[in-house]
């Protein structure tokens, strides 16, 4: 077989298989070692499972137990166990499989980044600026994945590369002064660019948009029609960023598209209004938004100022809303599972630890 198609058929295996496979001869262990293999794996295998299972992370509040478990998307029920801690812990995000997390106490708090795939995780360095809030992107250009650390107070960042592993110190970046009023909900990631919902109390109307490769904050307008809706969210659909929206008038989806070097948005989707949804989508203090294309519907976290969250599922076209998986409590999270191969072998310079420490025997691979 040629080197190409060898790529192209081990891009589409589980990572635990392509963990051992490393061992058959030194050309396997080369290719699935590289960050393109790696690149190539995330395109070809995790889009036969995106719209089937979720990682659900659940806080109980009155225990101090944070479970991480893998779940269907269409019922909520568990197909694996990932880990449980019993110590301060927290998901601050997740991206193509990676978790952003952080533990212990908040004077003796850690920030890491950790692979349940490979079950291995990266401790980054202490954060050269204070009062900030972590977001982890990947840059397409330099290939390497970026957290970037926001001091909403002086008006500063931070961003530390994976590649140089380091931070580098940006003081009064553009467009800073708007960050305050959209760091509402939980940002989208969509080809290099975290974008993040616009304030409603502050009367917003944009996007604000942070792009790892050039490092730089930025406003993205929404569709004029879409200005003067009261309900309205983003989400990622595939690989484009998309926004929905409703008015008394109608439901729409608009997909934000580039053509050469022209970028616009789309209308994917218009139809009928429903006063009911209407209500309920506004009322409801929605995170970790996930859209399921196979069956038009939207998963959504619905916030509760008592720990008291639940998962709502929206369809956008009968407008059925329904509360799924009753039995959880507690402050919730989740995102598409997915599998990757990041970390699995180390970074230059850097160390990485197994994790959880004191946990072994966890299939996340397993389906029932």
Not at 9 to 35: E, G, N
Not at 56 to 74: M, S
Not at 307 to 329: A, C, M, P, W
Request: hydrophobic share 40%; proline share 4%; aromatic share 12%.
């Amino acid at each position: 077989m040629t080197p190409d198609l060898v790529m192209e058929i081990l891009a589409r295996l589980p990572v635990k298989s392509l963990l051992r496979f490393r061992c058959v001869s030194k050309s396997w262990l080369s290719l699935i070692d590289s960050t393109e293999f790696s690149l190539q794996h995330l395109k070809l295998y995790n889009p036969n499972s995106a719209n089937s299972r979720l990682l659900l992370g659940q806080k109980r509040i009155k225990i101090h137990i944070y479970t991480l478990t893998i779940r269907r998307c269409d019922t909520l029920r568990k197909d694996a166990d990932v880990a449980t801690f019993g110590r301060p812990f927290k998901v601050l995000q997740s991206l193509n499989g990676l978790l952003l997390i952080s533990s212990g106490h908040r004077q003796e708090m850690t920030v890491k980044l950790w692979n349940p795939s490979v079950r291995k995780c990266l401790v980054i360095p202490n954060c050269p600026i204070q009062h900030r809030s972590y977001n982890l992107g990947f840059a397409l250009r330099s290939k390497d994945y970026k957290l970037v650390a926001i001091d909403y107070k002086l008006k500063t960042i931070a961003v530390y590369s994976l590649n140089d592993h380091r931070w580098n110190i940006n003081p009064n970046p553009l467009n800073i002064n708007q960050v305050s009023r959209f760091h509402v909900r939980p940002p989208v990631y969509s080809q290099g660019v975290l974008y993040w919902h616009g304030d409603i109390f502050y009367q917003r109307r944009d996007i604000f948009c942070y792009d790892f490769d050039v490092e730089e904050f930025s406003l993205l307008p929404l569709p004029d029609a879409v200005k003067k809706d009261d309900v309205w969210f983003i989400f990622r659909l595939g690989e484009s960023l998309g926004v929905f929206s409703m008015s008394s008038v109608a439901t729409c989806i608009w997909l934000r598209e580039k053509n050469m070097d022209r970028c616009y948005w789309s209308e994917w989707f218009k139809g009928e209004p429903n006063s009911n949804a209407y209500q309920q989508l506004f009322q409801m203090r929605a995170s970790s938004i996930l859209f399921l294309q196979q069956t038009n519907t939207f998963l959504m976290v619905q916030k509760s100022a008592r720990g008291r969250d639940r998962v709502k599922s929206y369809n956008f076209t009968t407008h059925e809303i329904q509360h799924l998986g009753k039995s959880l409590q507690g402050k919730l999270f989740f995102d598409t599972y997915m599998e990757n191969l990041a970390l699995h072998n180390g970074i230059d310079g850097q160390t990485l630890m197994s994790f959880p420490e004191d946990q072994t025997g966890n299939n996340i691979n397993a389906r029932s």
